[in-house]
């Protein structure tokens, strides 16, 4: 699960009509690193995400993924697909399909994403609800499962997809409060196999856990950033101190 390759993006911008949201970001992650964005709402944390994943497409910008090279203004389908494969996406709203089992939501990206045959995708799947704590629960539809429980299919089905990069959307927002622990547990747990990731997060303590970098963002651009430690205790800039002076 361990990736060697790093990630690199230059000039990524973004905008819906005219308002612009990401404003020529530039970003390194070194491989195994775990960086943590944060921010008011509306600043352009989660387009960030998307626009790595081509979710949303980015207007300006080049996106490296270890020796992949997708340039915004030219990228092919192709290119957008080898994308995808090195980058796994966790939605803040679980995302799952309503008419497949937690298993069937695990499965379905290994057979279409990276062409795996049913066979070897059930038992990565397998192997995952082990791991997320869900075996029990394998052939349940999501509407018989908690919110964590939902969330908790959706960070396996991106663990089995074995990325370089995993992007995390504010993935214990919509969590009622019961059941955000046991989301954040699993999330460390893929942290610990120094899993690159790139995490949308409200949850600081979690933050200050976790992250090896701190990102704050604010206005579409990357403020500050630094290790949690001193982000969070020294921030420099004014508006990443009226920030966490609102949320800390």
């Known amino acids: 699960m361990t990736s060697n390759s790093g990630i690199s993006v230059t000039g990524l911008s973004k905008a819906f009509g005219n308002t612009a949201v990401l404003k020529d970001i530039s970003l390194e992650i070194a491989p195994g690193e775990r960086v943590v964005v944060i921010g008011p709402s509306g600043t352009g944390k989660s387009t960030l995400l998307r626009c790595l994943n081509f979710l949303d497409r980015p207007d300006e910008g080049v996106i490296r993924v270890g020796d992949l090279t997708v340039d915004a203004s030219s990228a092919s389908r192709n290119d957008i697909l080898a994308l995808r494969r090195r980058t796994s996406f966790v939605f803040q709203n679980y995302a799952l399909f309503a008419n497949k089992t ?39 539809y999501p509407a018989a499962l908690s919110g964590g429980q939902q969330q908790r299919v959706g960070i396996g089905r991106a663990m089995a997809l074995d990325a370089d990069l995993m992007l995390f959307d504010e993935p ?10 046991e989301v954040l547990d699993l999330m460390r747990r893929v942290a610990e196999k ?11 303590q979690f933050a200050r856990e976790i992250a090896d970098r701190i990102l704050f963002m604010t206005d579409g651009r990357i403020i500050e950033q630094g290790p949690p430690k001193e982000l969070l205790e020294n921030p420099q800039d004014t508006r990443t101190k009226d920030f966490l002076r609102r949320v800390v």
């Open 102 to 140: 937690a298993r069937e939501n695990i499965t379905q990206p290994l057979i279409t994403v990276k062409k795996q045959s049913k066979t070897d995708a059930n038992a990565r799947a397998e192997a995952i609800l082990r791991e997320t704590g869900l075996t029990e629960r394998a052939d349940a």
């Open 172 to 181: 214990t927002s919509a969590l009622d409060p019961e059941w955000v622990g």
């Open 194 to 204: 120094r899993q690159t990731m790139l995490i949308v997060t409200h949850e600081m």
